[in-house]
């Protein structure tokens, strides 16, 4: 059992570049969500998908742009890579019912220059 | 909205000791769900303990447990015979019991432990 699988794991960019993050997970988990750790500010919620076919907006959404396929997976693009952008990236998925814990990828260290 | 806060930014403990994380939040609702998670140099977030508000026995596994105050909104997690393994960043998670997609999932800033041998 995979759970969720997020690719790539490290990368570096340069200021301007773009490029997606992919995110899949096979447990059929209805919500997804991607964050960035930084240090010292624990998880943010960049963008979230409550279901197939919805998107919406976290805590910090500005400068990326996201997608959900379908179900099992949901992508996290980057149109203009900035230095401030420059984090760990994780996808995770929720069941959906309010009792369940979150499970996470095993995040993906963006590095912009 | 709801907030979650670790006041200690690392932590260590002499190896077969026991330590203790602190958490506190903050929350104006009665139903809601409490987290542990671990975050090893692998970077993978591990689920270590869970806490449901209504319950008022605090949650244990193995040599995990938690110390839930409800009334003090604290949330503080005990590492019982630590171990070398358990050196790693631990975060304290909120989630609402209204919660119902997830995007109210709220982390602490973490504490980073370090396990002397």
């Known amino acids: 059992n995979a759970g969720v699988t997020q690719t790539p794991k490290f990368q570096v960019l340069k200021t301007g570049q773009s490029m997606t993050l992919q995110c899949a997970q096979d447990?059929?988990?209805?919500?997804m969500y991607w964050y960035r750790q930084d240090p010292g500010m624990g998880l943010r919620l960049i963008y979230y998908s409550a279901s197939e076919g919805t998107t919406d907006k976290g805590e910090v959404p500005n400068g990326y742009n996201v997608s959900r396929l379908n179900k099992r997976e949901f992508s996290l693009r980057l149109e203009s890579a900035a230095p401030s952008q420059t984090s760990v990236y994780f996808c995770?998925?929720?069941?959906?019912?309010?009792?369940?814990?979150?499970?996470f990828g095993q995040g993906t260290r963006l590095t912009v220059v | 909205a709801q907030t979650v806060t670790q006041s200690q930014p690392e932590m260590s403990v002499q190896e077969a000791e026991t330590v203790t994380l602190s958490c506190t939040y903050d929350t104006s609702e009665s139903d809601y769900y409490l987290f542990w998670y671990k975050q090893p140099p692998s970077r993978q977030m591990i689920l270590v303990i869970r806490?449901?508000?209504?319950?008022?026995q605090n949650a244990t596994e193995n040599r995990f447990s938690v110390n839930f105050q409800k009334a003090a909104k604290s949330f503080s997690l005990k590492i019982s015979d630590s171990q070398l393994g358990d050196a790693a960043m631990y975060f304290c998670?909120?989630?609402?019991?209204?919660?119902?997609?997830?995007?109210?999932?709220?982390f602490g800033p973490g504490t980073r432990l370090s396990v002397l041998p």
């Open positions: 998670a909120y989630r609402s019991a209204w919660d119902n997609y997830g995007q109210n999932f709220v």
């Open positions: 995770a998925s929720i069941l959906g019912t309010v009792n369940t814990e979150a499970f």
């Open positions: 447990m059929n988990h209805n919500s």
């Open positions: 806490q449901e508000a209504y319950k008022q």
